[in-house]
């Protein structure tokens, strides 16, 4: 089992930036792909980035890329989301998650979840 708190959300004007993270505790966390999904109002959770274990190899939704940074510190436990230059359409939940594969991703292919923070951005 791998337990997993997000912070770091909030409310941020278009353009601004935000950092989310997310801690996690019980099972190895180095042993684990990191990644982050996100829900908006009315449509379905979508994969948003990923981060490999093993070699920090990263992976992002087109809508993100260029703009969002995954990162993770093994020995602290904790994977971050940086988000900059935000827009309206950024404005969800965000779900950090683990146990899953490198790449794009569905949301059941993840086993541990978060419970989630919301980012909300103003135009």
């Known amino acids: 089992q791998v337990q997993l708190v997000e912070s770091g959300g909030g409310l941020v004007q278009t353009g601004g930036s935000l950092r989310l993270g997310c801690a996690a505790s019980?099972?190895?966390?180095?042993?684990?792909?990191m990644g982050w999904f996100r829900q908006a109002p009315g449509k379905e959770r979508e994969f948003v980035a990923a981060?490999?274990?093993?070699?920090?190899?990263?992976y992002y939704a087109d809508s993100v890329k260029g703009r969002f940074t995954i990162s993770r510190d093994n020995a602290k436990n904790t994977a971050y989301l940086q988000m900059n230059s935000l827009k309206p359409e950024d404005t969800a939940v965000y779900y950090c998650?683990?146990?899953?594969?490198?790449?794009?991703?569905?949301?059941?292919?993840?086993?541990?979840w978060g419970q989630g923070t919301q980012v909300t951005v103003s135009s």
């Open positions: 019980g099972r190895t966390f180095s042993s684990n792909n």
């Open positions: 981060i490999s274990w093993i070699d920090s190899n990263r």
């Open positions: 998650v683990a146990g899953g594969p490198l790449g794009l991703a569905r949301p059941q292919d993840y086993a541990y």
